[in-house]
C-alpha cells in the first residue's frame, strides 16, 4: 500500500479580550459603556484620588490613553488593582466588568446583644463617571 502525504493546516482564530466601565454620566465617545481592548494596555496608572489612567502600546507617543474619572476610592489605588484583576480574570473572547471598589465603609452600631446587627451607614461603592481619550 503506497504511503501519501497528508497536509493538515490548522488555523488558530485568537479571540479578543475586553474590559468594561459601566458610565454613570455617558459621554458622546463612549455611550454608557466603556470597552478596551486589552492587548492594548501597556499599562496602568492612578493619576489622582478620583482619575486612572490606561496607557496604549504606541510607537510614537506614550501619551495616548483613556482617563477613567471615578469616586475616590477608600483604599489608595483600588481602582487600579480592580483593572488588573479584571484584565487577569478575563477568558478568551468574554468581556470582563471592572468592579467597583468600595469608596464608603459601612458603618455598624454598636453590638446591643440581641444579635441584630443595625448598620447606620450603608456602604457605598466607587462609580465609574466618565472617561475621556488623549491621543
Known sequence: ??????????TLTKMAKYIKFNLTAPGATTGSELLINIDQITRIATASTTTTDIFFDNNVTATKKWRVTHLVPLVANDVLNAIQAAMTANPGGVVSTVGSPVSVAQIPLGQTGSGRQVITTAQVNASYTSAAFTA
Open 1 to 10: 500500500m503506497p504511503h501519501t502525504n497528508t497536509n493538515l493546516t490548522l
